[in-house]
């Protein structure tokens, strides 16, 4: 059977069989998104309600419908399953979805019950794999303006992967750090700082290793960057902690 590959960490990017493919309307790339990520069948009405709240019953219906099979046009038979009452993938699809590898490579890490802020010489290489994973944040451009649940539902799912980024980069910053390779735990460091500019805690790890790896003047701007960041985003200045 294909194989259909979606990249939902980062702008949007499906490939059926290593060939990209293009979705023209934004609701189909929405319920897509959705049933990849939720792996269920879902009642049409709910359906219906998530992504086409402005209709009533009988016309979210029909543009459901029309969805449907636009996406076993472009797709092909086989992916997806439906009748009456229900639409979903089909749970024997080959199906690769960056999400799910993503967190599954964290899960095998979090099996080793490691502390809360290390990480073991057997787990590196695995949560270096799930960071490369992710390109950007879930669906990064892409809005459903009419639709506030699916908003919603994007928002909470940006966020807990944002926090998994998160958390496995500050683990790998630990890592090198303790091992004295300020370089490699500076570019895990910058990459947290990139994705929450107001993370007062990973400036202030940065300026640490930067003080480690004997670049003082690094250190003295990246605290600089810190406090023109805080003043002009939050109105507040930097930590006493940080400033010490």
């Not at 892409?142 to 992967?161: G, V």
């Amino acid at each position: 059977m294909s194989r259909l590959a979606l990249y939902l960490l980062g702008p949007l990017c499906i490939e059926l069989d290593g060939e990209p493919v293009h979705i023209g309307r934004r609701k189909a790339v929405a319920l897509l998104a959705y049933l990849a990520v939720t792996r269920e069948r879902h009642r049409r009405d709910s359906l219906c309600a998530l992504l086409w709240p402005e209709y009533d019953q009988s016309g979210a219906r029909a543009d459901l419908r029309r969805t449907l099979s636009l996406l076993n046009r472009t797709l092909g038979p086989g992916w997806l399953v439906a009748d009456r009452e229900t639409a979903g993938l089909n749970p024997d699809a080959v199906l690769w979805l960056d999400v799910n590898a993503f967190r599954r490579r964290l899960s095998l890490f979090a099996a080793h019950n490691h502390s809360p802020m290390e990480v073991c010489q057997d787990c590196v290489s695995t949560v270096e794999e799930a960071v490369e994973l992710y390109r950007d944040d879930f669906l990064s451009g892409f809005t459903l303006r009419d639709s506030l649940a699916f908003d919603e539902w994007q928002f909470f799912q940006t966020e807990q992967l944002k926090d998994q980024l998160a958390n496995a980069l500050e683990r790998l910053v630990w890592w090198y750090s303790e091992h004295e390779e300020y370089e490699r735990a500076t570019a895990y460091a910058r990459r947290s700082l990139e994705h929450d500019t107001l993370n007062e805690a990973a400036h202030r790890e940065l300026m640490k290793l930067f003080a480690l790896a004997g670049q003082q003047t690094a250190a003295l701007r990246q605290y600089e960057l810190c406090e023109q960041t805080l003043t002009e985003k939050l109105g507040v200045s930097p930590s006493p902690e940080t400033t010490a």
